[in-house]
């Protein structure tokens, strides 16, 4: 099982997303979180599902919700890491910034 590190910058990109989602409607944000936290589980699971999209970075929806996880699997170390919580609809530019 691989372990799970999470940059402090994906962090706050979670906990804004899912605070703008309570806010927009009660429940939603926690209905964010645990959609983030099932393909959590699906990666660590299955790290190599999901394709490379750039260099090392590999991209996973957040089903039904515009966010992608991307993150990057650190084999040396066994890890996964969580480099972002990416809305769909800004820059793709700024999604591998790590």
Do not use: C, W
């Not at 939603?28 to 490379?52: C, H, M, N, W």
């Not at 040396?76 to 990416?86: A, G, L, Q, W």
Request: proline share 4%; glycine share 2%; aromatic share 10%.
């Amino acid at each position: 099982m691989f372990e799970l590190i999470v940059l402090e910058e994906a962090k706050e990109e979670l906990v804004e997303a899912a605070l703008y989602y309570e806010l927009q409607k009660a429940g939603l944000g926690e209905r964010f979180s645990l959609a983030v936290k099932k393909q959590i589980d699906v990666i660590l699971r299955t790290p190599k599902l999901y394709q490379r999209k750039k260099k090392e970075y590999r991209e996973a929806l957040i089903k039904p919700f515009p966010f992608l996880l991307v993150y990057r699997i650190d084999s040396t170390k066994n890890r996964i890491v969580v480099v972002s919580v990416f809305h769909t609809k800004r820059n793709p530019k700024h999604k591998h910034s790590k």
